[in-house]
């Protein structure tokens, strides 16, 4: 993750900056504060957000490393910003303003909200970390105006995608200001009664379908689901409302068992980048919006937070690695959009000086006409740290494995300090070095993911077995110390409910964290990937970073009609050895056809 | 279909005129011609069509029945249309008038000449039936207006929806004039250079990428690539074009092998209304338009006349069956848009009186905002008499069976006259009778379907086995005496490609013509449809239409992640028989969950 962050700061940061200015989102705040909007203003109603994102990324990157130019683009980038804000607070570059549409003319489509909810984040990853500035005080008076405009007394209605919700509560959470919380709370509430209008793909799309704390699982689409249910675990944590926060762990669960992919990705539809119905998750049309993946982190990391229940911290490690790891290219410059599992025909190489319109290329892109991804990936990167480890009353719990240093106070001031250092996922090995003596007691817990059936924990040379959980060990530490927990590397065999439908038949081949898939690029023939069957009798191999599994490619004949009596299963084709990488890396040696889901061979 | 006419006769087509005077479809005419449209126009660019569409139907209809309802629709519908077209043929709601857009201004979106091919079609239907009147006047000022703006030294564009093309080739053909052909010809050649602008679906939606001549499989919107197929086949045709003949063969072949459902539906995705990959067959987002359908008859009528291969009336029989027959519900009143082969979720009950937005509602909807399928069932089912036989220079061929008269005279003037008595497709048993003595020997050829494996063909009381394809029989007939074609009705187990990996380890059934589902109105609880499975080891029984099966719902639990090493695969839930019923009756008895493909048990 060390050279992700390090290829985000150096290439992705600018990357976005870059295209912003060239495509005339950033000169749409310069239009608004020179009184020069127009009809024609390029970008879609929400690209003020991505410059909001790319804020949010910037100041959690100044943090991260110090870095002086991500400060002073955070300041140049602020200062347009700012120029665009009305004297009421309202924020705006496609609304509001002369040769536009007015404010607030179409809450179903027209992201108002939406926009000053990304505002409200980046002001408060600016607060996280060097405290109140100008980016702040444009926020607050934007949330000012907000809250004047829907609150209790003002216009009832919400924004048709979620986002405002979840900025509000973190902004008041880290203001201390209960106000945004209970306006975040309003919206919430107020959503779920059709306050909409109907829209082709009807409400469920936007959430406004049944209310958030009757409905049982995820629907419509993923990202807007997700982004809602993260606002309602913060409102539901700082209200004390059990309700709210046992309504979103249920809709999480049954999401999770039935409408979420292998590798964490969630949208199974093309059409509205939506969840399907339970048990529909077809590998070749998965849509896995990699924005809904960082969606997904931030509902799980907030139940994490919530309940101190692991499931959620797996899931986010799963997530990381096979959805958001997937989506940069090796330079930080192009972006997958969509994550499918399963890519029939290759796609074509996407030219890097030009925008793609389409999101499911086949190919990472340098940028979309709808590019909402890539600022999500940077701001997630950029802000990665800060999922690795938490600390409670008595002690530390590392969540995911990388190298890291750790220093921190308990509430009663015992000091908690360890250095992580760990090739994972290459390796197995994680060594957590105590780097402070401390001479009270403390607890240090490790989290043993689900799948490390066989984990062993080293403590002074005395190995044990651990189970899945949290591991916890309550003692004295000294500093030079190390504990060395082990997990089980080799590949394994996953199979899939037997009513996900669209993956009947298949398995797939996971190492550690990472879901792995076979490309075109390691194949005999380019149609290889249609035919290719494996035998599930041999176990999968080890085989640098990914694996080996036994397989080969009947050479299926046409038939004029492609459904009939039963032929007996096709006997040839030489059986070889089908190397497999890690899903993340698919596409990186150029456009492949790749599948994680392997056809098995009959009886 | 006897009843399937009448159906329509009674109830769609007045149900059709009456939607579209209530949406104001048709006081769109009445706008242009008093001058009063405005930018407020109800109805999307394409709704003129479907009055055009209507009016085919009527056509069909005045001359299937002489209904006299009929015809006074039609000299009502003609009336309101030709007041709206302008001096110089130009007709059109949309665009040209005042308030609205400029002629031609939007090619890609407008559909303006798309309309002008309905006209032609229903223009085409009145010369065949009852020969030049009102309509086909307007029809050809309307033809020689875009001959003249699209020809050889005018615009050198085309329609971003296929459809003049078709319209005028058998506008020409109708009227023996080869202008009209020759336009079609030109505006078929044009098509694949990137003629038309870019979108973010790609030029492939409108089969702008490659040319006709070119591309080796349909690919796209699926209606607009079969109504530019059925177009290239009346050309190739016309012009003795065998390059371009051979390319829609070729077209046909692949995307039959490989991208067309079983129950004779093509298209693959909903966010194109579009083919997808080869093998991208997905029972349960399978779009499968009922307008495809139709285009689909469309070119495989066409390349059956212009080559006698049966697999193209084969594949007929089966849309007739399978999607045609699936769309309207019994009182006509009400149709499917898409025909998925897999329902999980019963749908809500549509209104009868409100507009359905939503295409893929899992229920029959009595109008559509998009609403092309409910016109093009009326004059497919107007006109299906047309596709039940042919007659060459030597005698006649039976395509399709159902009740029916025929009586015909050869080009040398042998009369072949027979009637054909049967209960297709609820009996196999095929009875034709000669009606009328000829002393010359003719040829009597009747259709044995690709699947009737054991036909027999009884003539005098002597029974042989006949093979599918058609069986010819050349002698001199008598009046009264029958020939039996008895077809096998036994369900039957039908098996897919290994390669369409939506249904790998499931098992079909069919029936004669018909393609059988299971409905969870026929299951003990509305859950069994996820994991019902069938025992592929006992053949399929007969019963009253349908079929039964061995079948088991294994009681599953939802593991919290859905995914994981092997378990032994289920043993539980009593066999009992599943009852399967005729694709095209689903959810005919009120919303159900549905699926075509049952999962087999294991090994």
């Known amino acids: 993750w060390h050279a992700r962050q390090a290829v985000n700061a150096a290439a992705t940061l600018a990357h976005c900056e870059s295209w912003m200015e060239r495509l005339g989102w950033l000169a749409n705040f310069d239009r608004v504060a020179d009184g020069t909007t127009s009809p024609d203003r390029p970008g879609w109603p929400f690209s003020d957000s991505e410059v909001y994102k790319l804020l949010e990324a910037l100041a959690w990157e100044s943090a991260r490393t110090g870095d002086p130019e991500a400060e002073t683009a955070i300041k140049r980038l602020t200062a347009r910003v700012g120029r665009a804000q009305d004297p009421d607070g309202y924020l705006n570059t496609c609304f509001g303003h002369r040769g536009r549409p007015p404010r607030y003319s179409d809450l179903e489509g027209g992201h108002e909200l939406y926009n000053i909810g990304h505002l409200l984040q980046a002001a408060v990853a600016r607060l996280r970390t060097s405290g109140e500035d100008e980016l702040v005080r444009i926020a607050r008076r934007a949330a000012d105006h907000v809250c004047r405009t829907f609150g209790p007394d003002g216009l009832p209605k919400i924004c048709g995608h979620p986002e405002i919700e979840v900025g509000l509560a973190e902004f008041g959470r880290a203001l201390g200001e209960d106000r945004y919380i209970e306006q975040a709370r309003l919206f919430l509430d107020r959503r779920g009664h059709g306050t909409l209008g109907d829209i082709p793909l009807g409400r469920a799309y936007f959430q406004d379908d049944i209310p958030i704390r009757q409905a049982d699982v995820w629907r419509g689409h993923a990202v807007r689901a997700l982004y809602l249910a993260a606002a309602a675990v913060d409102v539901a944590v700082e209200r004390g409302d059990d ?98 599992l399963h890519q029939r025909a290759p796609g074509r190489p996407s030219d890097p000086d030009e925008v793609s319109p389409r999101a499911e290329s086949g190919q990472r892109a340098a940028w979309f006409d709808v590019s909402c991804c890539p600022t999500n990936v940077a701001r997630t990167l950029a802000s990665l740290g800060g999922y690795l480890a938490t600390t409670g009353d008595d002690g530390l719990q590392i969540h995911q494995y990388a190298p890291c240093d750790i220093d921190a106070r308990l509430p009663d001031g015992r000091r908690v300090a360890v250095a992580v250092e760990t090739r994972y996922p290459d390796g197995g090995t994680v060594r957590v070095r105590i780097t402070a003596d401390e001479p009270a007691p403390w607890s240090l817990a490790l989290r043993v993911p689900a799948w490390a059936d066989g984990a062993t924990l080293d403590e002074d040379g005395r190995a044990r077995p651990v189970t899945p959980g949290l591991v916890t060990i309550r003692r004295v530490f000294r500093a030079g110390e190390v504990i060395t927990l082990e997990l089980p590397m080799e590949p394994r065999f996953t199979w899939p409910d037997p009513r996900i439908d669209a993956v009947r038949g298949c398995v797939a081949v996971e190492r550690g964290p990472e879901v792995l898939c076979a490309e075109s690029h390691d194949l005999p023939r380019p149609d290889a990937l249609d035919a290719l069957v494996i035998d599930p009798r041999t176990p999968p191999r080890a085989d640098s970073g990914g694996a080996r599994v036994r397989g080969r490619v009947p050479a299926h004949r046409d038939r004029p009609w492609p459904y009939g009596p039963a032929v007996a299963p096709a006997e040839d084709g030489e059986w070889f050895d089908v190397p497999l990488r890690p899903y993340h890396s698919w596409a990186r040696r150029g456009p492949s056809g790749m599948r994680v889901w392997l056809p098995v061979s009959g009886p």
Chains 1, 2 share one sequence.
């Open 243 to 340: 309700e709210l926060l046992r309504a979103v762990e249920r809709q999480w669960e049954r999401s999770v068992a039935r409408r979420t992919y292998i590798t964490g990705g969630m949208g199974s539809r093309h059409q509205d980048e939506g969840f399907g119905e339970d048990w529909e998750l077809p590998p070749d049309r998965a849509y896995c919006e990699t924005c809904a993946g960082v969606a997904s982190i931030m509902v799980s990391w907030r139940l994490y937070l919530a309940t101190g229940d692991v499931r959620y911290t797996d899931l986010i490690e799963r997530t990381l690695y096979n959805v958001i790891a997937a989506s940069p290219a090796a330079d930080g410059r192009a972006f997958f959009y969509a994550n499918p």
